[in-house]
């Protein structure tokens, strides 16, 4: 059987990011429940129709105006992963010698400025522009157009002793730390609640002054 997953981050201030990340879990959950069967090309429909919710919410609550949310949702069937997902949260596959792999899109201004700077724009007035703006989103679920989506509707196989991690914007200097997923994942026996866990820790221990 096929086993849907879903992660959430909303933007628009504490109050108006957790409304706009409710309504997207909410909207994927309701929907995805009057299909049969889901198969790879329901995940895009699914993200347009929260996207669809969000701004319906947003007409009948125009003082909300701002709120929003990245959505990653994936699908998980025949031993092959499948996603479709908006903004800068991540989908990593955790392989079983330890490498992370990035499967999604990122999108936000990083992958940008990082072309920038690979093509040596770093003295142009646009890279000076963008250059603290990493964080900026480029797509996510605003319930107007989305501008970028990216979907996965071949599939990636999943091997033995691999998993599959949803991250939000926040962890992003630790599954690009080599060092500190190589630690976590060689700790003993890996488990779900361990890797979640290990992440909160290393993130707070990253952020804290």
Known sequence: MPSIFAIADGMGGHAGG???????????????????ELVPEDLPIL???ANEDIGR??????????????????????????????GDSALLLLQSNHNAIRLNEDHSMRPVIEKM??????????????????????????????????????????????????LTDGAESLYSDESHLREVSTRGSISPDFLCSSFVDGIETHWRP
């Open 18 to 36: 957790a409304i706009a990340s409710q309504i997207a879990i909410d909207s994927i959950r309701a929907n995805a429940e009057q299909i049969n």
């Open 57 to 86: 919410f947003l007409n009948i609550n125009p003082g909300s105006a701002g709120l929003g949310t990245t959505l990653v949702l994936i699908l998980l069937k025949d031993e092959k992963v499948f996603w479709s997902s908006v």
């Open 117 to 166: 700077k690979a093509e040596g724009l770093q003295s142009s007035s646009e890279f000076t522009a963008l250059n603290n703006k990493g964080n900026m989103l480029r797509s996510a679920l605003l319930g107007s157009k989305i501008e970028l989506i990216d979907s996965e509707t071949e599939g990636v196989p999943l091997l033995p002793d691999s998993w599959i991690i949803a």
């Open 47 to 49: 993200i347009d129709s």
